[in-house]
């Protein structure tokens, strides 16, 4: 079977530092759980940044310059760039690191959907922030704002004038056709990386027919011009993962996604996760795809 592209999305924007003390907050704690996770096998690190005071989400370029070239030099790995920020960032924010660098690589959500936090808010009694307990609170009301304006946006300054390529954080089955449709307006050529993404309150179910009707609507819509990887939220991202691997698909495993390592047990490093989904993909005869051979995957600017 084909090489197997492995993301770790590092530390993300949903989490709180309340909810585990591993979750890396500080330029040296992203910097140092990113290039553990390159060196378990991860050839993409996504990235957000946080306050390294309070740990809250931040969209401040000086946040991340202070582990960007840092884990450039030590891992090598393809460095990916969120332009989802946080559902509570206006646009211009969440743009911001993506427009104050060169990315390879950005991600791009296809669609505006409802954000709720239930289940990880759920086990959180105790707070360590005060910011933390009505930022995940408000999220009866969040809507994470990707309307086309703001995709042709992304896709015209990050995409064509910075070279950027894109994972694709499709959440639902419309966000296919949505990415399809700007395809066909010539703002994005194929090959195209689309992550569907399970288990968002507000997006698709973590349901294995989910999976597979995603990639069969995939397949009609793009044919040999993608490839897909899986990200499914909490408990369902180990089964998920290894679903799209046995499908010959791609995975991304980390913190932003899932806390935990396994049932009741939280991760306490992001390489750890990596290494578990590493294990599940070797015993299927499946190595994982170095940086760059990533580069040439996925026809990135290196
Ligand atoms: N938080 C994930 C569900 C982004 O950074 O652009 C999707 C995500 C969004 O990673
Ligand atoms: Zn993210």
Redesign the pocket.
């Known amino acids: 079977m084909s090489k197997i592209i492995v993301t770790c999305?590092i530390t993300?924007?949903?989490h709180t530092p309340s909810m585990s003390p591993y979750l890396p907050v500080t330029a040296d704690q992203i910097t140092s759980q990113a290039v553990d996770a390159a060196e378990a096998g991860a050839a993409i690190l996504?990235l957000?940044a946080r306050d390294p005071d309070t740990g809250k989400p931040s969209a401040s370029p000086e946040h991340f310059a202070a582990f960007l070239p840092r884990i450039k030099q030590a891992s090598g790995a393809v460095l990916n760039i969120?332009?989802?920020?946080s559902a509570v960032m206006s646009l211009e924010e969440?743009l911001a690191p993506a427009m104050a660098t060169e990315p390879e690589m950005?991600?791009?959500?296809m669609g505006t959907m409802n954000?709720a936090l239930y289940q990880a808010v759920a086990r959180v009694t105790d707070w360590k922030h005060d910011w933390e307990k009505p930022f995940l609170e408000d999220t009866d009301d969040l809507v994470f704002k990707n309307t086309p304006r703001d995709i042709a946006a992304i896709l015209r300054q990050i995409g064509q004038a910075r070279g950027a390529r894109f994972?694709f954080?499709c959440?639902d089955v419309g966000h296919l056709y949505m990415l399809r449709h700007f395809a066909d307006r010539g703002l994005v050529e194929p090959p195209f990386f689309i992550?569907f993404?399970f288990g968002?309150l507000g997006?698709i179910g973590a349901d294995p027919e989910n999976l597979i009707h995603m990639k069969t609507i995939a397949d009609k819509l793009f044919g040999e011009d993608y490839l897909f990887s899986v990200?499914a939220?909490g408990r369902h991202q180990i089964p998920f993962t290894t679903m799209a691997a046995a499908m010959g698909g791609h995975v991304r495993v980390g913190l932003?996604?899932n806390l935990m390592i396994s049932r009741g047990k939280l991760a306490e490093r992001n390489a750890d996760q990596v290494a578990k989904i590493r294990r599940i993909v070797e015993e299927m005869g499946r190595d994982p795809a170095t940086p760059d051979e990533v580069r040439v995957m996925l026809g990135l600017k290196g």
């Open positions: 999305a993300g924007s949903i996504h957000h969120s332009t989802g920020g969440r950005c991600s791009l959500n954000f994972e954080e959440y992550q993404v968002v997006g990200l939220a932003e996604d």
